[in-house]
């Protein structure tokens, strides 16, 4: 089945370290796209990719970090600079001439 | 810069009844409005969305109407069921190069039984 896919679920991490949030897409999609999601938020973009080893950044893209070396794949590194990293990411990808996104099923960082 | 505010924050309404939620948004550039439900612990996913061209869509229980002079774009739910319980988010882009979403806030529905 083709879809995008965030792992792991969950994650907990101490406070002060960095930590990689994972996104596969076999979609087969040019863009991808990471979005942090806050209780009584909307969904609030972190950075893009509209192609491989191109990225830019959203708007609130301090203390996060991402690479886009494969077409599938976008990970999303939390740094110990971002001072408020506990949050629901969610990873979400689209085709070429499509303003669809498809999104995967989110991962919650909790940061203690 | 762009802003899309969603209204209201939540909603409770009796099983079967409709169910309206409304958004408002800056960008007189955007031409793209998806609607996209979230359950509890799971990514949103698209329900219905409607183009710039288009004042209205139905799919179904569900309905998008677009007023682009008024800039406001609304979600209409018919005969809702226990299982339209969700958190509804609604959208703003234009399809031109990347499509950056500016989402709204979000709406709790609750559909009682």
């Known amino acids: 089945d083709g879809g995008i896919t965030q792992s792991p679920k969950y994650l907990f991490r101490k406070e002060g370290q960095n930590v990689t949030l994972s996104c596969e897409q076999n979609?087969?999609?040019?863009?991808m796209y990471w979005y942090r999601q806050d209780p009584g938020q909307g969904l609030r973009l972190i950075y893009y990719?509209?192609?491989?080893?191109?990225?830019q950044k959203g708007d609130i893209a301090e203390g996060y970090s991402v690479s886009r070396e494969k077409k599938e794949s976008f990970p999303l590194t939390v740094t110990s600079a971002q001072k408020n990293p506990t949050a629901f990411y969610l990873c979400?990808?689209?085709?070429?001439?499509?303003?669809?996104?498809?999104f995967g099923q989110g991962t919650r960082l909790t940061v203690v | 810069g762009e802003n899309v505010e969603q209204h209201p924050s939540t909603l409770s309404v009796q099983e079967g009844d409709s169910a309206v939620i409304k958004c408002t948004y800056s960008?007189?550039?955007?031409?793209?409005f998806p609607w996209y439900k979230q359950e509890l612990g799971k990514g949103p996913q698209l329900i219905i969305d409607?183009?710039?061209?288009?004042g209205e869509k139905k799919d179904q229980r569900i309905a998008v109407t677009l007023n682009k002079t008024a800039k406001h774009f609304s979600l209409h739910i018919t005969e809702t069921q226990p299982e339209d319980s969700a958190v509804y988010f609604c959208?703003?882009?234009?399809?031109?190069?990347?499509?950056?979403?500016?989402f709204g806030t979000g709406t709790r529905l609750k559909v009682l039984a």
């Open positions: 979400a990808s689209s085709r070429p001439g499509s303003a669809e996104a498809f």
């Open positions: 979609l087969n999609h040019d863009a």
């Open positions: 990719s509209q192609i491989v080893n191109d990225f």
């Open positions: 960008d007189s550039a955007s031409n793209y």
């Open positions: 409607i183009r710039s061209n288009v």
């Open positions: 959208a703003a882009t234009y399809t031109s190069g990347t499509y950056k979403y500016i």
